[in-house]
């Protein structure tokens, strides 16, 4: 990859009203690590400390939820996290015990839709 010559590193940042509450809340649902921004404002969560990849999240005054599904009018989501599980009703509770909510509307049986504590649709999903 020429964006990088030693190693290669790649992420996803969100946006939130609290970036490290938000990193923290992801800690708690993937059992990643969480580590915080120097600044205060945001970290990253990460499998481990060399992973390659993490999802960061940074403070956003001006951040406005987004409403899921989409309302005409109203701030959409611009994407979503897809997370294969096994037991898709473990998952949900598991999910909504560490801060999470159910969408009120359920698109597929393999597949719940989940917000954030910001608002961000995340998909818990099944390959049954």
């Keep these: 990859m020429p964006l990088r010559s030693r190693k290669q590193w790649w992420g996803v940042t969100l946006d939130a009203?609290?970036?490290?509450?938000?990193?923290r809340?992801?800690?708690?649902?993937?059992?990643?690590?969480f580590?915080?921004?120097?600044?205060?404002?945001?970290?990253?969560?990460?499998?481990?400390?060399?992973?390659?990849?993490?999802?960061?999240?940074q403070t956003e005054k001006q951040y406005v939820r987004p409403v899921w599904p989409a309302e005409a009018g109203k701030p959409q989501m611009s994407m979503h996290l897809e997370i294969e599980v096994d037991d898709l009703e473990e998952a949900v509770a598991y999910a909504v015990s560490v801060g999470a909510e159910q969408a009120s509307y359920q698109?597929?049986?393999?597949?719940?839709?989940?917000?954030?504590?910001?608002?961000?649709?995340?998909?818990?999903?099944?390959?049954?």
């Design 17 to 23: 009203p609290d970036g490290v509450e938000l990193g």
């Design 35 to 57: 580590y915080p921004a120097d600044n205060g404002l945001g970290g990253a969560v990460a499998p481990s400390d060399n992973a390659g990849y993490n999802l960061g999240f």
């Design 107 to 128: 698109p597929q049986e393999t597949v719940r839709v989940m917000l954030d504590p910001a608002g961000h649709p995340f998909c818990l999903y099944t390959d049954d």
């Design 25 to 33: 809340f992801y800690s708690r649902l993937l059992g990643w690590n």
